[in-house]
């Protein structure tokens, strides 16, 4: 290539926009032409660019622009949420007095649950009845996961409920806390208080409980959450948008239950719709690794 062609490719990359798949990745034009223009090494939008790729121009922060800035914040203001979010946290962390061990467990859905509560405590029928509605709702969860196994042939499902629940046990059984009953039982001794006042917070149990009746699950974190959020994303993948709507109302619904109930911590709850997605898609790499597996024997196979 001679020496006017080479003239003529870098006046047309200084002078070229962006293209719309630059764009798409973050980079705006005025990065662009800095890159062309300088030839150094710049990382934008997780692509080097310049200098075939060396790593050994400046870092990329030394060359951001208040525009650079105002283009994050207005196209990636999820992120900057989390940043400011993160600042907040860090200083409540470092201020907030932790709850001291002759105090009940602070706990906000506890708190948004007390009418709830003071209802089934007043009312062992309607707890009742609720409990035999969730357990009827646990067997819907347990009945769809199975069917898309045995009937569909379609194992995703059924291998993340078993993930997931063999996890839940060892954490469960690695971290056991008591029950808030009983916190609160030991509370009113120590105390020499009235047990009736401590008992607002107390565990509602029912022999309709799924699946070991009037007997606590109070384990970390939530399967009743997990199993549900499992089916809904089986669901979603198929296109069964009705039915997976439908888990998550009735899910919504279980968790205020077992926080009126004082049957799962809040934090219970949380994870355990984490561990339901996280789960799923550990179900989901495990079966493309197997498929890749037996695509690579036959092919050794045929070879």
Wanted: glycine share 10%.
């Amino acid at each position: 290539m001679n020496g006017a062609t080479l003239t003529q490719c870098s006046s047309a990359v200084l002078h070229r926009r962006p293209s719309n798949k630059l764009a798409a990745n973050g980079v705006n034009g005025d990065s662009y032409y800095r890159a062309a223009a300088k030839g150094a090494v710049e990382i934008i939008g997780g692509k080097k660019m310049g200098n075939g790729g060396s790593g050994n121009g400046r870092a990329s922060f030394l060359s951001w622009t208040l525009q650079d800035a105002v283009y994050v914040a207005r196209h990636h203001w999820i992120p900057c949420v989390f940043a400011m979010g993160l600042l907040f946290f860090m200083g409540v962390e470092y201020t907030l007095r932790m709850v001291p061990d002759s105090s009940p467990p602070f706990d906000l859905g506890f708190i948004a649950t007390r009418p709830l509560h003071r209802l089934l405590s007043s009312s062992p029928q309607l707890n009742t009845l609720f409990a035999a509605l969730n357990t009827a709702f646990v067997g819907m969860q347990t009945a769809y996961i199975l069917w898309t196994w045995l009937i569909e042939g379609r194992p995703r499902a059924t291998i993340s409920a078993l993930f997931m629940f063999t996890f839940r046990g060892i954490l469960g059984y690695s971290t056991q806390l008591p029950l808030p009953q009983h916190k609160q039982c030991i509370i009113a001794l120590l105390t020499i208080q009235p047990l009736v006042a401590h008992r607002s917070q107390g565990f509602l149990g029912s022999g309709m409980d799924f699946p070991v009746g009037n007997v606590s699950f109070f384990l970390f974190y939530s399967g009743h959450v997990a199993g549900s959020v499992i089916a809904s994303l089986d669901m979603r993948r198929m296109h069964r948008w009705e039915m997976a709507w439908l888990f998550d109302v009735l899910n919504v619904l279980q968790a205020v239950r077992l926080l009126g109930t004082r049957g799962h911590y809040t934090i219970d709850l949380a994870v355990g719709v984490g561990a339901g997605i996280l789960f799923d898609s550990l179900a989901g790499k495990y079966e493309q690794s197997k498929s890749k597996m037996g695509s690579a024997a036959k092919e050794s196979l045929l070879s």
